[in-house]
C-alpha cells in the first residue's frame, strides 16, 4: 500500500505543481503582465487548468484511491494518510461529477461576463449585464443537476467552498446574528457620531508603504518566503508554504485602505505560510475552507489590527510618520476613527459593526436565485429593498448596488457567506486565544505576536486541507461556528466607544 | 493532410502554452521571487518541462511529422508551412534523443544552482558554488551520450543555440578575428588613453532609469506589450510577441551600465515583439538563433547607441538631465569616453574592441570541460590565468572572474560563443542595412528609427525562427557569419577614435 500511496502523491504533486504554476501566472496578469500580454495568458492559464483537471478526473487517480480506502480506513483517521485520502477522495468524486462541456462553457460565459461587467459597472447599467448573468445561473443549475439532489440546491455550491456546510446551518446561524446586529446599529444610530475626518487628507504613499511593511514584519511576515505588490483589488496567493505573496493597494487621500488591507492580506498569507512541509505537494496545503481562511485575515485585520492595544504601540510611530496630519490627534480620538460605525453602499468598505449585513443581503439573493424564486430582472429592485431594510441606506445606482462585487459575475456562486462566516469565527478564535494566552493585549501592546502566531500555527495553519472547516472550529474551539463570540465582541467593542 | 497539420498545430499550441508559463516562471524567479520559493519553483519549472518533453518526443507527434513530410515537400521551401514541418522535426529528433529524466534532473540542478550562485557571487565565493558546477557539467556529458557521435563532442551543445553551426566553423571564424582583435587593441594601447573618468560619478537612480525608458521608447519599445524590471544579470524573455519583457540594472557611478544593457535588451526585445501572429503557438516565434539575436541587442546596443550620431541626437538632453556631471563635457569627449577601450575584467562591460576576447576564452574553458581535460576546481586559475593572457588584467576576486556570468550557472552551456558571433552578424547587416538606407546617419541623428526598425522587421524579425542562422545571414547579406566588416567597423571606428 505504500507503494499505491507513492503513486499517489507523485499524481498529486504533478497537479500541485501545475496549478502553482497557473497561480504565477495569474498573479502575473494581476499585478506586473502588460496589457498586450492578455490574450496569449488566456491560452496559457486554459491550456494549464485543462492539463490539471485532466489528472484530477483521471481513472488512474480514481483506481488508486478506490485501492487505498479500505488501508486508509485502518490508519488514525486523523493521520496526514487517512486525511489525505479522504480529501482527495472528496475532490476527485466532485471533479469527475461535472461534465467537461460545462467546464468549457463556463470558462467562455464567465470571462465574456467579466468584461461585460467591467463596462455594465461602469456605465452603472444592469439590463446590459443581465443576459451575462441569465447564462451564469442558469449554468449554477445545471452543476447542481450534476450531483445528487441535496437538502438544499444551494448546498452543492456552498460546499465548493465551505465542505460539509449545509445551507440549513448558514441561515441558522445568520438567523441568529441578524436581529442582534441590526439592533447595535440602531443603538449606534442614536448616538453621537465620532469623527474620522483626520482619515480622510493626503498621506503619502511611500511612507504609507513602509509603515504597513513595518506592521506585518513585526507580524511575522516573513520576507524571505513573500512580498508585496500593489494591485486593484488586494489579494494573496502562494506557489508553496515558502513562497506566499501579498497585494495591497494605498489610497493617497485614505489612510484605512492600505493599513487594514495589508494586515487583512497578511493574514491570508501568515496561514499559507504555516502550511507544513509534510502537507505540501499532495494538494493538502492551503487553508480548511474559505471562511477559516477569512478567520485569519479578519483577525489580523480587525482584532488585533483595529484594536486599542494595537494602536498603543504603532499610534506613536505613526504619528511621527505623519505629524502634520495626526500629530494633533489624540489616540483615544483615532481609535475611534477607524472604528467608526456607518451604515454604508459599499461591502470591501464597511465598518466590523454592518459588514455582515452586507454579505447576508447577498446570500438570500443567491439562495432565492437557486430555487428559481427570483428573476435576474428584479435583481436591483430586490438588492435596492434589501439594503434599506437591513442597512437603511439605497444606492443611488446600480454600480454602488448590484454591480458592485464581482463575484457573481465570475461564477462564483456560493461565496459570499464565507465573508461573515470568517468574521464569525474570527471572533470565536479570539476567545479560545484570550484564554490560552491571558496577557495577550499586553504583548500586542508591546508590539509582540509570536505568542499568538505561534498558537494560531499550531491550532489552525499546521492542519493545512486536512479537516473540514466545522470540524476544525469544533477542535480548536469546542463549538461548531457560532454568532454569539462575535456578538459578545461587536457590543462589547462598540458599546465602549459610543457608550450604550 | 490540412487535417493533419491542424492536429500538428494542436499540439505545438499545447507545447508552446507550457513553455510560455514555465518562461514567466523563470522570468519570476530572475525578478520578484523570495529566495524561499526557490525549492517549490525547481518542482514546477521541473512539471512544466517534462510535459513540455513529453509532448515535444510523443510518438503522436511524430507519427504526424512522418505522415507530413512528404506533403512539405511539395510546398514551396520557404513557406511558412514546409517550415513548420522542418524546424519541428528537427526539434522532435534532438527532444526524442533526451530522457525525460535527465530533462527534469537538468531543471531541478539548475534551479539550485542559479540560486547558489547568487549568493556565491556576493560572497565572491567559488568552492561554495563548485558542486553544482560539477552536476551542471556532468549533466553536459550525458546530454552529449544521447547524440549520435559529432565532428566534437562541443558540436552537440552548440546546436542547441545554433542549429547547424560546428564547433570547427566557431574556431576558424576567431581564429580568423583574434589576431586582428589583439593587434588592434596594442595599436590603441600605444597611443594617449581617452577620458572617461565623467562616466564614473554620481547618477540618480532614477534620472538614469527614466533616460533609459526615454531611448528605447524613441526606438520603438511597444509598452503596451512589454516592461522593464531590475535584474541581477540583465535579459529579455518573452510569453508571446505580445508580451516581450526587458530587465536592467543601474550602477548609481557609473552611466554606461544602465544605458547600454537598457538598449541591449530592447534590441532582443524588438526582435520578439517583430515575430508575426502566424508564427505564434507553433514553436516558430522569437528568433533564428542566439547570435541571430545577438546580432540585434548589440545593434541597438553599439551600432546605433554607441555611434556618433546617436549621441548627436541624445547627449543634449543627457546633458540637462546631468548637468552638474556632464554639462562641461563636450559631446566629442563625451563619445570617445563612452568608447574607451581597455581591458577590463567583466564581459558585460567590456568594450567592442575587447569583448570578443572575453568570449573566446570562455568557449576555450566550455570545450576543455566538454572534452574532460579541466577539472571544476581549477577553473578559477584557468580563468585567471587566460585573463592575463589574453587581456593583460587579472581578477582580484571570483566575484569578478569565473563567477561572474550566470549562464554555465543555469545550465547554459554552449552558449557564450554566440556573443561572439552576434557582434559579427551585427556589422555584416549593417553594412547591408546603410547601403539599404544611405541617410540612416541623418536619421538617426534626428532621433528617428522607424526605417531602421522596419528593414529589420522585413529582412529579420518576421521569419522568426523559420531559418537556421547561417541561412538567413547568408540570404541577408549574400554571405555566411564572417568576420571582416566587423574588422573593418572597428578599425573605422577605433582608428578615428584613437587616431591610428
Chains 1, 2 share one sequence.
Not at 513595518?214 to 494591485?231: E, H, S
Not at 469565527?425 to 509570536?450: C, H, M, T, Y
Amino acid at each position: 500500500m505504500n507503494q499505491k500511496l507513492a503513486q499517489l502523491k507523485t499524481i498529486l504533486a504533478e497537479i500541485s505543481d501545475i496549478k502553482g504554476a497557473a497561480d504565477l501566472l495569474s498573479w502575473d496578469q494581476q499585478t506586473y503582465m502588460p496589457p498586450g500580454g492578455a490574450e496569449a495568458r488566456g491560452n496559457q492559464l486554459g491550456t494549464l487548468q485543462r492539463l490539471a483537471h485532466e489528472r484530477q478526473t483521471s481513472s488512474e487517480l480514481g483506481n488508486l484511491l478506490t485501492e487505498l480506502k479500505p488501508f486508509a480506513a485502518t490508519l488514525d483517521p486523523d493521520s496526514d494518510d487517512a486525511r489525505l485520502v479522504k480529501v482527495v477522495a472528496r475532490d476527485y468524486e466532485k471533479a469527475t461529477r461535472v461534465p467537461s462541456e460545462w467546464v468549457v462553457e463556463f470558462a467562455q460565459v464567465t470571462t465574456l461576463a467579466q468584461q461585460a461587467w467591467m463596462e455594465a459597472r461602469a456605465k452603472s447599467d444592469f439590463p446590459m449585464f443581465s443576459p451575462h448573468l441569465e447564462k451564469i445561473v442558469e449554468l449554477g443549475h445545471r452543476y447542481i443537476s450534476f450531483f445528487p439532489k441535496a437538502d438544499h440546491p444551494y448546498d452543492i455550491l456552498l460546499d465548493n467552498f465551505e465542505p460539509g456546510m449545509k445551507t440549513a446551518d448558514v441561515k441558522a446561524i445568520f438567523d441568529a446574528l441578524r436581529p442582534k446586529q441590526v439592533e447595535l446599529i440602531k443603538a449606534i444610530a442614536q448616538k453621537p457620531q465620532v469623527d474620522d475626518s483626520f482619515l480622510h487628507q493626503a498621506f503619502d504613499e511611500k511612507k504609507q508603504w513602509d509603515f504597513g511593511v513595518d506592521i506585518i514584519t513585526k507580524f511575522g511576515y516573513d520576507w524571505n518566503c513573500g512580498r508585496q505588490d500593489k494591485a486593484a483589488h488586494p489579494f494573496t496567493t502562494g506557489f508553496s508554504n515558502h513562497d506566499v505573496r501579498i497585494t495591497t493597494r494605498v489610497a493617497p487621500n485614505f489612510l484605512n485602505s492600505m493599513i487594514f488591507s495589508t494586515m487583512h492580506e497578511c493574514g491570508h498569507a501568515l496561514y499559507g505560510l504555516g502550511s507544513p512541509d509534510a502537507l505540501e505537494r499532495i494538494t493538502l496545503d492551503g487553508g480548511a475552507s474559505l471562511a477559516v481562511h477569512e478567520s485569519q485575515s479578519r483577525m489580523w485585520e480587525n482584532l488585533v489590527g483595529r484594536s486599542l492595544p494595537f494602536w498603543e504601540h504603532f499610534y506613536p510611530r505613526l504619528q511621527e510618520t505623519f505629524p502634520s496630519q495626526l500629530g494633533n490627534v489624540p489616540l483615544e480620538k483615532f481609535y475611534q476613527g477607524i472604528n467608526k460605525v456607518q451604515p454604508s453602499l459599499i461591502r470591501v468598505e464597511a465598518d466590523e459593526a454592518t459588514y455582515n449585513l452586507h454579505i447576508m443581503l447577498r446570500l438570500e439573493i443567491e439562495i432565492a436565485l437557486m430555487e428559481s424564486k427570483l428573476a435576474i430582472k428584479d435583481l436591483p429592485e430586490v438588492w435596492n429593498t434589501k439594503m434599506q431594510e437591513y442597512l437603511g441606506v439605497v444606492p443611488p445606482d446600480d454600480a454602488r448596488g448590484v454591480l458592485q462585487d464581482i463575484h457573481w459575475f465570475s461564477g462564483y456562486m456560493g461565496y459570499f457567506s464565507t465573508y461573515a462566516l470568517g468574521n464569525l469565527v474570527s471572533a470565536q478564535l479570539w476567545e479560545v486565544i484570550n484564554r490560552a494566552i491571558p496577557d495577550l493585549p499586553e504583548q500586542i501592546r508591546q508590539g509582540k505576536f509570536d505568542a499568538l502566531l505561534g498558537w494560531l500555527r499550531e491550532k489552525i495553519h499546521r492542519h493545512g486541507r486536512k479537516f473540514e472547516p466545522q470540524e476544525l472550529v469544533q477542535k480548536v474551539t469546542g463549538s461548531k461556528i457560532d454568532a454569539a463570540p462575535y456578538l459578545r465582541y461587536l457590543n462589547q467593542k462598540f458599546g465602549q466607544i459610543y457608550g450604550l
